[in-house]
T-cell receptor, first 113, second 120 residues
């Protein structure tokens, strides 16, 4: 079965640079979620989109922005990167009526040096 | 705000034995979902089992089953016949069943996780 695709899988950036993470949800899934997992931490919700509109927002820094496109893929843009942004970034997708289940992609490991 | 607590940072079990991971949560909502996710060393988040709060029957998926006690706000995971491949970090997670426009949230709220070691 098709899964959530994230690219790139690994990304190394320097402080103050910009990064763009991409997420391709499972086909026919219309909702996308972004989570950030720091070292030794549990995943923290950043933001979600339903039918290309922002549906919920968590602890996402103002330096981050995201959107969902007409083909339902989503991008997380991160500017003025800080050392503390180094983390594993997950994208998950779901569809209404599926009992709340969210299916996670493999994650993008971002390292800021 | 909802919170999820996993009081066991680490657990170990012998291969083929049974182990139970604990999870408690706090919420004022009456309808919600609870999940257990597994995160092996690959860091992939894998859905193990799901429970809907309005269902009294405990969910079961092969060797994995839950003990859902709604009044006690408890949601433990039992792994039977433990296998080496079960070794991972296990996260308990909560999600409101209400849409955002209804005052709920679609986000998953995770506990801090329990690291499970399976000894051969």
């Amino acid at each position: 079965a098709a899964g959530v695709i994230q690219s790139p899988r690994h990304l190394i950036k320097e402080k103050r640079e910009t990064a763009t993470l991409k997420c391709y949800p499972i086909p026919r899934h219309d909702t996308v979620y972004w989570y950030q997992q720091g070292p030794g931490q549990d995943p923290q919700f950043l933001i979600s989109f339903y039918e290309k509109m922002q549906s919920d927002k968590g602890s996402i820094p103002d330096r981050f922005s995201a959107q969902q496109f007409s083909d339902y893929h989503s991008e997380l843009n991160m500017s003025s990167l800080e050392l503390g942004d180094s983390a594993l970034y997950f994208c998950a997708s779901s569809t209404p009526g599926q009992g709340g289940e969210q299916y996670f992609g493999p994650g993008t490991r971002l390292t800021v040096t | 705000a909802q919170t999820v607590t996993q009081s066991q940072p680490e657990m170990s079990v012998q291969e083929a034995e049974t182990v139970t991971l604990s999870c408690t949560y706090d919420t004022s909502e009456s309808d919600y979902y609870l999940f257990w996710y597994k995160q092996p060393p690959s860091r992939q988040m894998i859905l193990v089992i799901r429970q809907e709060a309005y269902k009294q029957q405990n969910a079961t998926e092969n060797r994995f089953s839950v003990n859902f006690q709604k009044a006690a706000k408890s949601f433990s995971l039992k792994i039977s016949d433990s296998q080496l491949g079960d070794a991972a970090m296990y996260f308990c997670a909560y999600r409101s069943a209400s849409w955002v426009i209804q005052g709920g949230s679609e986000k998953l709220v995770f506990g801090k996780g329990t690291k499970l070691t399976v000894n051969p």
